[in-house]
């Protein structure tokens, strides 16, 4: 960026400027609006194209990462050829930098201000860069965080799942000196990285070295472990855990609730991803349909397409437009011959000999904004319709199974009831993370609020 005259007109030169406006707060212009419709200048320029009034943070993209990672600090270190120095930046705030370069929805490109008259810098892809060097000098990237541990604290948090959530949660505990033991009900750690999101967005390879990692700090993982009768969380605090918390995010599908969604053929989403991903025999055959608009019916379809059906349909009850799913899984589902259809929902689904032959889908229009945010679909009246099918995934959400808790643990929408303290209500030492308390979220806001929920769990500890 070169200065002319007054030293509070930056001229940008488009080429080499890559910041993101960071320098807006401290500008002199601040004061001066009648620069903010200058297009030679920085202030001009970018609130020509971004609104930056709404935004409390510069950077944008560090505003925007649930995690807040320094992400100029790593990309220029990355820039400069540094890149195990900029590994130890994304350490700093990335418990799972390996997962985070495959499946982040990355809301720091969306917010990257370069994106206004170029592209956004592609911030994921240069971690997923940063996290090949790691996998190559894993050893190396060990012994800086372990010479970054703080010593023995005595004090034992156990954490009841393995996924984001939990694995962020026991990182961060771990490395402040805390002893960690990791109980999940998979026979392997991961959670829904490994048991809901296919291998073709998230190698193994991937989850294994970040999990690794993770154990090489002193975590201890423990499989195949359930909540119930035997194994209750008044049995763990009493058998010297100082701390429990919960992160056993949110596995049970939400069912249809139409005339047939319990015929054979009709599919639960998760199961369904689950059982391909632990190597069970799945099959599908003839036209498959697939309800609903998110990563999971993304995903769910993908998959049912490499197990060799006719066809794959997904139905959505919206328009593109309000599709929470990934644009670009979406694309990437197009290009791979999943059919897309939008504004249609199913009313029922038509069963002959207890197998599913069809269903009668009825077309929907938008009305009104409702509490999503987004248009509410309303059906339009006399548009039912019939169309076959042999198999039926509905995939529109997720719930926590909390029946392991007392009743008044549990909100009104079926997720944990956290006190102001941050315990679980009815249980003195024990927290909650991730998809148990806010439903279903990406994995970097899981990720997110493990770490949050490790804070609050250490703040607890230093108190008793």
């Known amino acids: ?39 030679d200048t920085v202030r001009g320029y970018v609130y020509a194209t971004t609104d930056l009034t709404t935004r409390m943070e510069l950077p944008p ?7 807040g990672q320094k992400v100029r600090d790593y990309v220029q270190l990355l820039a400069s050829g540094k890149v195990k120095e900029a590994l ?16 982040c929805h990355h809301p720091c490109e969306q917010a990257c201000v370069r994106g206004s008259w170029d592209d956004p810098v592609s911030i994921r892809e240069l971690k997923r860069y940063a996290v090949q060097y790691e996998v190559e000098h894993v050893e190396e990237v060990i012994q800086i965080l372990q010479n970054r541990k703080q010593p023995t604290k005595q004090r034992r948090v156990v954490i009841i799942g393995a996924g984001p959530a939990g694995l962020s949660c026991a990182f961060e505990l771990i490395m402040q000196g805390y002893e960690v033991t990791v109980m999940d009900k998979l026979d392997q750690p991961g959670g829904m990285l490994v048991g809901g999101i296919p291998t073709f967005r998230l190698p193994r390879f991937v989850v294994k070295h970040d ?18 009768q035997e194994i209750t969380l008044r049995n763990i605090s009493k058998n010297g855990a100082d701390a429990v918390v919960l992160a056993t995010g949110a596995w049970e599908d939400l069912a249809l609730n139409v005339t047939g969604d319990d015929a054979e053929g009709c599919l639960m989403c998760i199961d369904f991803l689950n059982k391909i991903n632990t190597g069970k025999d799945v099959k599908v055959s003839g036209k498959v ?39 670009e899984e979406v694309e990437d589902a197009l ?5 897309i259809r939008y504004l249609e929902t199913p009313t ?10 069809g269903v009668e889908l009825v077309q929907m229009e ?99």
């Open 211 to 228: 999990i690794e990692v993770i154990r090489s700090l002193g975590v201890k993982f423990q499989g195949s472990v359930c909540l119930g």
């Open 61 to 67: 993209c560090v505003g925007a990462c649930p995690l």
């Open 366 to 464: 938008l009305g009104d904004v409702d509490d999503t945010g987004r248009r509410r679909p309303i059906p339009i009246k006399g548009s039912a319709f019939f169309e076959k099918a042999d198999v039926v995934i509905p995939a529109i959400g997720q719930r926590p199974d909390l029946s392991f808790l007392e009743a008044t643990s549990v909100t009104e929408h079926g997720t944990l009831y956290c006190d102001v303290g941050g315990t679980v209500l009815g249980y003195d030492n024990v927290f909650a993370a991730g998809d148990a308390v806010s439903g279903p979220s990406t994995v970097v806001e899981s990720m997110a609020s493990g770490k949050v929920v490790a804070r609050t769990v250490m703040n607890y500890l230093e108190e008793t």
């Open 335 to 339: 290009a791979e011959g999943v059919v």
């Open 289 to 327: 349909i697939v309800v609903g608009g998110g990563n999971a019916a993304i995903d769910t379809a993908r998959s049912a397409l490499r197990l060799g059906p006719e066809k794959v349909v997904v139905v959505y009850r919206r328009s593109r437009e309000e599709m929470p799913a990934n644009p």
């Open 1 to 39: 960026m070169a200065v002319t005259g007054r030293t509070y007109i930056p001229v940008v030169d488009r080429d080499l400027c890559q910041q993101c406006g960071v320098c807006i707060r401290q500008c002199p212009a601040e004061f001066m609006q009648e620069l903010r419709t200058d297009g």
């Open 88 to 103: 130890v930046v994304i350490r700093q705030d990335n418990p799972l930098p390996g997962i985070c370069a495959y499946v």
């Open 348 to 357: 029922q689904i038509l069963v002959e000999n207890g197998h599913v032959q």
